[in-house]
């Protein structure tokens, strides 16, 4: 069973930085992996995902101030999001994909305000 687990959210102010961490675990192949984020109200949207080749995809909101990376392992996936903006303010869900399946994580809590 493939779990994924999140980590790096908090309170920041705008302008500063915060880092995600996602692990996948229980699968062996490697996945194509992502940030989602909701803000209350809206619709889930897509943050920044890195496919199975290692291909980068960015939301025009966030380019130029967020970049995904894997980390030491093939199946884990780093947002380092730059100069945050209270816009930015939702619950990171982490993504990840093989075939036809799909993984979500519990989401994790980032709020930028001053």
């Known amino acids: 069973q493939v779990r994924l687990v999140e980590s790096g959210g908090g309170l920041v102010q705008p302008g500063e930085s915060l880092r995600l961490s996602c692990a996948a675990s229980g699968i062996i192949a490697k996945l194509s992996m992502g940030w989602y984020r909701q803000a209350p109200g809206k619709q889930r949207e897509l943050v920044a995902t890195v496919s199975g080749y290692d291909n980068t995809k960015y939301a025009e909101s966030v380019k130029g101030r967020f970049s995904i990376s894997r980390g030491g392992s093939k199946n884990t996936v780093i947002l380092q999001m730059n100069t945050l903006k209270p816009e930015d303010t939702a619950v990171y869900f982490c993504?990840?994909?093989?075939?036809?399946?799909?993984?979500w994580g519990q989401g994790i809590q980032v709020t930028v305000s001053s």
């Open positions: 993504n990840a994909g093989f075939l036809s399946n799909i993984y």
